[in-house]
């Protein structure tokens, strides 16, 4: 039985070999732009997909939340940077990981050090969480004062080791140019060099510059004065990273598969089994229009290409509407699979739990379901 | 220990005592209609909150999914509707379910019906799903040839039971009065009995008519000529069902407690644990402007009162922005936690797959994590 006749609900599938070369390629260049590559797993979110990183000879990652870090250390990660800024209630666990493996966590306020003074900290690298333009959280780049005291205090903590300083430029995402992601990518990079060099100065010696983001990770070049990418999204990419440049549509590696259960002739419309509980509501414009994914029909062992000018106009709980305008309404019959590529597969894959391969293998995350 | 000192994720909170009484209420209003009460399960999606309703009688449910419809079926149901139009690819599935359960299904194409008279069916009651004017799926209320074949071929199967017709006027929601939200639950039932008595006069005699959505079974008063209301988000309620009218904000159950872990006072933003992983990227509009649920401070032993003109102005994968313009800014540190009503309650419990109630008390889910 092919894995297409076994399928009877929405079934997230990946393209190991698609994958794998994702991986390969985001790794080369950082190689060879002589940048330490420490991708963020909270993408794929898989044990097993981790595995096809570790193949490459990855060894330092990425992950965006204390208990994604316990998952990851339970499957063999021994260094690991809880991206995501320091919550003091979770101080305990925090401690007690940092027991197991070399961990690094982000700080951008002082109230959140007592705790971690109070528990006796085993040792842990602190990055200096900066906003370096995004808005979204961390110290203002300009708040020197505030950055030069964070840093004097964090010293002052035993066993807390200041590595560094990171930002994430995710407002890089809808730029809209190459020209502008450039300038994003560059100003963030600028900024932290900047306040490098001034800690420097002030005695803050050997501090590294941490960046993230698909998007300028994959579309720009100069890559000078940044020690360390953490990157995520590219090992699966999606609709909206293709939307944006980052990738072509051949390179994303996820599709969801759909069982048809009603067409619409006179509005060109397929219903599906997959709703926003499967693909998440993320969405992007197709034709100036939202969309809450790319459509795509079957082909040979996956998918093919998108159908063109094709929607997910409308979705509930577990239904989707697609709007198919051209000829391929007519090759779609009820009972059929088709296919949609997420607009954003970060939060599809939280969505699902787990994958299946095309070979048929089941492969599951930290967010796999209860059997 | 105090359950706000245990907290130390986005946990979902469920107010015990409100969602049984939102049960008790709605299930009062369909009896003093003389209506039968057959609950959506696939807002709550929990076998223990199931309880709570054969405490009152409760015995007819009914479900989004064949897998939602299994996990029912292993905790005890015995009358389960599957309101999803017939994915033959389960037939299989719903067959066996068949064998166990008294069981429903709805039928708006013929494409689906060979499948089941191949395998052989059990016996199931067979609803014909109708689009009354929402435009998801279901065969037109107006394409009376169609409607009258699908009646005729299901009952030429052995052991397919025509019951009748159903359909969900979604589309009240965003109806924007209570005129309209009248005018469209009417319309839908109307459009259905229309339909029986055409059917009856057909020879297809004792069908009946369902009809659904929280927002129409709260507002509506004239349930002449409904036999069975499948109504599921009024037991836990949400934002956008408080700004429809059909709740007032104290009656929703739920709410999203997160740790906060930085705060902006230059642009009155607080940045907590809690994305869109947690709350699903569902929102509705606060003052205009776009917001993924409504922010709370506790209160006794719960949570109190929205606070006024405060938003969830951003959501990316864990991170939410909450922007709080009022005095309520600098009652809030961090490391305390801070409440958000979802948006679209059914969306946020199917994100966290379980909920814990204010006594301290884990509420596992259908689509409960592995632990």
Redesign the interface.
């Given at each position: 039985m092919s894995i297409w006749e076994q399928?009877?609900?929405p079934t997230l599938l990946i393209n190991e070999t698609v994958a794998r070369a994702n991986i390969a390629c985001m790794l080369q260049r950082a190689q060879s732009k002589g940048v330490a590559f420490r991708p963020h797993f909270?993408t794929h979110q898989s044990a097993q997909i981790g595995e096809w990183f570790r193949d490459l000879g990855v060894e330092k990652i990425t992950v965006?939340?204390?208990?994604m870090a316990e998952y990851f250390a339970d499957h063999g990660w021994k260094d690991i940077l809880i991206a995501?800024?320091?919550?003091?209630?979770?101080t305990k666990?925090i401690n007690a990981l940092a027991r197991r493996v070399h961990l690094g966590i982000l700080i951008?306020?002082m109230?959140?050090l007592p705790?971690i003074y109070l528990f006796g900290v085993e040792p842990l690298d602190v990055w200096i969480k900066v906003d370096a333009g995004s808005?979204?959280?961390?110290v203002d780049w300009q708040d020197k004062k505030g950055i030069h005291e964070l840093c004097e205090v964090v010293n002052r903590i035993p066993r807390l080791r200041l590595t560094g300083l990171l930002t994430h430029s995710?407002h890089s995402y809808h730029a809209g140019s190459l020209k502008k992601v450039n300038k994003i990518f560059r100003e963030g990079v600028d900024r932290l060099n900047q306040l490098r060099d001034e800690l420097e100065a002030a005695g803050h010696s050997g501090l590294k510059v941490s960046v993230g983001d698909t998007l300028g990770c994959s579309l720009c070049e100069d890559w000078s004065g940044i020690d360390e990418v953490r990157p995520g999204n590219f090992v699966l990419y999606d609709a909206q990273q293709a939307k944006e440049g980052s990738c072509k549509v051949e390179d994303i590696s996820v599709a969801l598969a759909c069982?048809v259960?009603?067409?619409?002739p006179e509005?060109r419309e397929v219903?599906v089994?997959g709703g926003?509980?499967h693909l998440?509501?993320?969405n992007l414009e197709v034709d100036g229009k939202l969309s809450y994914g790319l459509p795509a029909l079957p082909s040979g062992e996956g998918w093919g290409a998108p159908i063109p000018h094709a929607r997910v106009d409308?979705l509930?709980?577990?239904?989707g509407?697609l709007w198919i305008p051209g000829p391929e309404f007519e090759q779609i019959?009820?009972?059929d699979l088709v296919f949609v590529l997420p607009a954003h597969s970060?939060?599809t894959v939280?969505?699902m739990?787990d994958y299946l391969s095309l070979s048929g293998e089941k492969i599951s995350t930290f967010?796999?379901?209860?059997?």
């Open positions: 399928i009877d609900q909270k965006s939340s204390v208990e995501f800024s320091m919550n003091p209630r979770q666990r951008e306020n109230d959140v705790p808005r979204r959280t961390g995710g069982p259960v009603a067409k619409h509005r219903v089994y926003a509980i998440s509501k993320d409308r509930s709980q577990e239904h509407i019959a009820i009972g970060c939060l939280q969505a739990g967010n796999k379901k209860a059997e």
